[in-house]
């Protein structure tokens, strides 16, 4: 219409990697394991032209991935789909059993909305607004869950006479991991800003703005997401938990300025032409806010 825009858009890709000759490139067959899963957009706008110095803008978007590197139906269906992983130090056999990453999965829900308002008055534009988005996260971290022994050369045997010989060399590692793989971390984040884009001269403009974002506390999911080192080391009867276990602390102070500048030379014609060219400069501070593979792991 003449005042109102609407834009919508819904895009999904399906990947399937099946057997997983990249993460798990030398797997034997009843071993194989896939990678893959369903990722999808939908957003959608509404601009709204509230007067010619007015404009307000309304941004909605929702992502949905479910990604998963998991041991096929048929690897799982075999008779050797839960004995432990097996390998055989540095020797060039490869590995039985499933490797002990395998299930990995990340099924992450992401709304966000953007409110964005331009309003225009003699030589300024000012620019405002704020960005807000919840986060909903389903992780399975890779789990030893099936155990894994590892053979090693020793007692005058290499790795596979070891094996042959059932730790004869007695050397070598067991392990396996208890508990829960799955964790799920819920997140808002905020982030309102404001900018100024202000025209000095006819071919000098100045912004200048500020973003504020806070993550909020992911970690404090867990039952002991932090350490507390402020008391040293070496306290007297003092052990984990105790004195030392600790709750993520917020950051709170995630101010993030920016300035640009535009200029174009009246001057220089030979080089610059008439009003054909323009020289920009900015400078911003950004964050790297969430990262869930990493906090996870």
């Known amino acids: ?18 057997p997983d000759f990249f993460a798990n490139s ?51 269906a075999g008779p050797l789909g839960n004995t432990p992983e097996i390998s055989f130090g540095s020797s060039p056999l490869p590995n039985l059993g499933i490797g002990g990453s395998f299930p990995d999965a990340r099924a992450h829900k992401t709304t966000q909305v953007q409110e964005a308002l ?14 807000v988005t919840f986060v909903t996260v389903r992780d399975e971290i890779p789990f030893n869950s099936r155990g894994s022994i590892s053979f090693q050369s020793g007692g005058g045997f290499d790795a596979f006479g070891n094996f042959i010989g059932d730790f004869t ?16 971390p ?41 350490f507390n080192y402020s008391l040293g080391f070496g306290v007297p ?24 500048i535009a200029y174009t030379p009246h001057w220089g014609k030979k080089l610059f032409g008439q009003d054909a060219t323009v020289i920009r400069a900015g400078y911003g501070v950004f964050y790297d806010g969430l990262f869930t593979n990493i906090v996870d792991n």
């Open 1 to 18: 219409g003449p005042n109102d825009t609407l834009m919508g858009s819904y895009l999904r890709d399906d990947s399937d990697l099946s």
């Open 26 to 76: 030398g797997a034997l067959p009843p071993f194989d394991t896939q990678q893959g899963g369903p990722s999808l957009v939908f957003r959608g706008q509404w601009t709204h032209i509230v007067s010619t110095k007015l404009v307000n803008e309304l941004r909605f978007s929702y992502t949905n991935i479910d990604f998963s590197f998991s041991p096929l139906a048929s690897t799982l």
């Open 118 to 131: 331009t309003y225009n008055f003699g030589r300024h534009t000012i620019l405002g607004g704020a960005d």
């Open 169 to 184: 060399g007695q050397s070598g590692s067991i392990s396996k991991q208890f508990g829960n793989p799955i964790v799920n």
């Open 186 to 226: 819920s997140i808002t984040i905020y982030a309102p800003y404001i900018q100024d884009t202000w025209r000095l001269k006819e071919n000098l403009t100045l912004s200048l703005g500020l973003r504020y974002e806070y993550w909020g506390t992911a970690e404090n999911v867990l039952q002991y997401p932090a």
């Open 237 to 260: 009867g003092a052990t984990f938990p105790g004195l030392f276990a600790f709750q993520q602390q917020p950051d709170r102070n995630n101010f993030a300025p920016r300035i640009g």
